[in-house]
């Protein structure tokens, strides 16, 4: 049975490493210098050659006859069993499947045997973030002080979720993700050992939804070259053939999608959204793909070169295709909680409409004054605006909402008092288009009102008062800070006028003042 292309062609060497000689380089020294640490932490994305630089590195330090510029001979017998996964002293764990404290005592226990056939006994933990925190207490000592003859390597995709006390106790590597060139090289490489020939475009496509992982890139290479064994020329491989095998959207349906989307013509936006529906086109896939394109528009129209295939693109903002980004993102969000994903594209067409149901109002709500004393409050004019999008084709006057903010905020209240009160700071400014302006004191506040659960409940006490489907939307624009009102005045004003008695002359005994009921008085407008 043949492996596949990424075990075919997994590195045997530090030097076959590609895009890890920042790793390579210290790790052949340490072997030369004999300084190796006995225990090591490797992390870095998947694919990203973790596990293989591990086997290496074990290859490495057992080598009968290592060359001279640290690297494993691949000839001895050590090196051949570690090349074929028979080499007793090699063992290898998976954390996600043993992450117990009870998998730990047993991998104590095990660790004062001598190694078998080399001189150092490897373990290599994959995953190692998995493991339990009862685990990784039971792990700390042997993992500071292990014998002689025992290295660990662990390797993870998650540092973050390493204890700090197993990250003090390694020397850690980090990986990188290979560059589209690097991937690029490394797909060529394997496509001339194995005479296949593919077109550039094709290739593109394999370097770009490989995302700098090297392992993903064989795989779907391995897939391309699967599916063309029984074609009638297998060697050749076509772009439209790898987009078919990989399900990768049609360019012309994220064209016309986009334009439609762009010139606001909903008939056109729902057919175009009903043809994917139809041809049973992952939705997850296509925004995925929709994203990247917009991305590459976004840096062409930066850097000012063409915007080539993409014809929506043309006489396009920078602003726009921003807006673009925002809308897919959140939709690319909401398709991994949603069993109608059909719905969540068909969404975005009240968001782009123009159509005359969506009256657009730029009425704008007359500017207060700078200071607002109500309740001893003073309020600065610095604001963060909150952008509720409207979706319903009724339009919204700003100077009705205004007159129902009140009505609004209250509406909230019994469903969520702390919501309410970041409401109750805030204030309607003004309508443009079909979006509603409100300033929030704090980022705080934006943050809050922002949420996925405080857009949808804020949105329904909205329909329930002015009959209106919105949804929100936070920009950050520092402002309207309360601050408490203190001066002088208030505190005098608060002083009691405590008249002098003389004392009489017969009683010259000394009674203590009581002065709490004075003191509360004092402080009461504080």
């Known amino acids: 049975m043949s492996n596949v292309l990424y075990r075919k062609y997994r590195a045997q060497n ?82 996600a499947s043993n992450r117990g404290i009870d998998q730990i005592r047993e991998l104590k226990e095990r660790i004062e045997f001598s190694p078998v056939k080399g001189k150092y006994k490897i373990y290599i933990i994959d995953e ?56 690029r090289d490394t797909l060529l490489m394997v496509l001339k050992n194995e005479n296949i020939n593919i077109e ?29 064994i029984r074609s009638e020329n297998a060697k050749e491989i076509t772009e ?21 989307l762009l010139r606001g013509d909903s008939k056109k936006s729902l057919e175009c959204i009903s043809e994917l529906e139809i041809k049973g086109i992952n939705l997850t896939q296509f925004t995925s793909f929709t994203l990247e394109v917009l991305r590459e528009v976004l840096v062409s129209k930066i850097s000012g070169e063409s915007d080539g295939e993409y014809t929506f693109a043309k006489d396009l903002k920078q602003r726009d295709i921003l807006n673009l980004i925002k809308e897919f993102l959140n939709v690319e969000r909401d398709l991994k909680n949603s069993t109608n994903q059909i719905l969540i594209y068909q969404m975005l067409i009240p968001t782009f409409s123009k159509d005359e149901n969506f009256v657009k109002d730029t009425t704008k709500l007359k500017e207060k004054g700078d200071i607002d004393t109500k309740n001893t409050t003073i309020l600065q004019k610095k604001s963060e605006t909150v952008e509720v999008v409207c979706s319903d084709g009724g339009g919204i006057e700003i100077v009705e909402v205004g007159r129902n903010w009140e009505k609004i905020a ?54 329930e008062v002015l009959g209106v489907h919105c949804r929100l939307k936070c920009n950050v624009n520092e402002g309207v800070r309360p601050r408490l009102q203190s001066s002088a005045d208030v505190v005098l004003k608060n002083v009691p006028i405590i008249e002098k008695k003389q004392p009489k002359e017969e009683k010259k005994s000394f009674t203590p003042r009581k002065v709490a009921a004075e003191v509360e008085a004092i402080f009461a407008g504080m």
């Open 14 to 95: 530090f030097d076959e490493l590609v895009g890890q000689d920042h790793i390579t380089k210290i790790l052949k020294n340490a072997i030369k210098g004999d300084q190796l640490s006995h225990a090591y932490l490797f992390v870095g994305s998947r694919g990203t050659g973790k596990t293989t630089t591990a086997r290496v590195l074990a290859k490495a330090v057992n080598c009968l006859k290592p060359k001279k510029d640290g690297n494993p001979c691949n000839k001895c017998e050590v090196c051949l069993s570690v090349s074929n996964g028979t080499f007793l002293d090699l063992v290898e764990i998976d954390a």
């Open 128 to 183: 190692v973030h998995m493991l339990t925190n009862e685990a990784f207490n039971a792990l700390l000592k042997t993992l500071e002080e292990p014998p002689e003859h025992i290295i660990f390597i662990l390797a993870t995709t998650d540092a973050h979720k390493l204890p700090p006390t197993i990250l003090s106790r390694c020397q850690r590597y980090d990986f990188r993700l290979g560059t589209e060139k690097e991937i």
């Open 240 to 260: 439209d053939e790898v987009k078919s095998i990989l399900g990768i959207p049609e360019m012309y349906l994220v064209n016309a999608l986009l334009e439609s």
């Open 200 to 228: 550039e475009k094709g290739l593109e496509i394999l370097v770009r939804n490989a995302r700098g992982s090297y392992r993903d890139a064989l795989s779907l290479l391995d897939v391309v070259i699967n599916a063309q």
């Open 410 to 463: 209250n509406g909230v209240k019994p469903k969520n008092a702390t919501l309410f009160a970041f409401l109750g700071a805030s204030k309607p400014v003004s309508v443009d288009g079909d979006v509603l302006n409100i300033e929030v004191p704090f980022k705080f506040y934006k943050d809050q009102i922002d949420s996925p659960v405080s857009r949808e409940l804020i949105s329904g006490v909205i329909f």
